[in-house]
């Protein structure tokens, strides 16, 4: 199996800057894309930023200029810098992967999900 780890939500404030990492783990062959969603109560999961493996970008447009998507292929991991928070930003922010696992078995999986909590 694929397994997706997150870390680096918390607590911050407007205007303040965070910085999410995801690693991936388990029988890997390939992640041809890792990216980042969020939802927030009420809400459908949205996209925030995705990234393949060959480095094209995916951003949402609402958040495009203040969000940063960063990717270490070797590693599996993916890390989003987040910056200029505003409490609109407040959701659960889930690390998503899509690949193939070493048998061969496409794979889409999602990581417990982090909080992120902006306060005025």
């Known amino acids: 199996q694929v397994q997706l780890v997150e870390s680096g939500g918390g607590l911050v404030q407007a205007g303040g800057s965070l910085r999410l990492s995801c690693a991936a783990s388990?029988?890997?062959?390939?992640?041809?894309?890792m990216g980042w969603y969020r939802q927030a109560p009420g809400n459908q999961r949205e996209l925030v930023a995705e990234m393949s493996s060959g480095g094209s970008t995916n951003y949402a447009d609402s958040r495009k200029g203040r969000f940063t998507i960063s990717r270490d292929n070797a590693k599996n991991t993916v890390n989003l810098q987040m910056s200029s928070l505003t409490p609109e930003d407040t959701a659960v922010y889930y690390c998503n992967a899509r690949g193939r696992q070493e048998l061969g078995v496409l794979f889409n999986v999602w990581g417990q999900g982090t909080q992120v909590t902006v306060s005025s």
């Open positions: 388990g029988s890997i062959r390939s992640i041809n894309t």
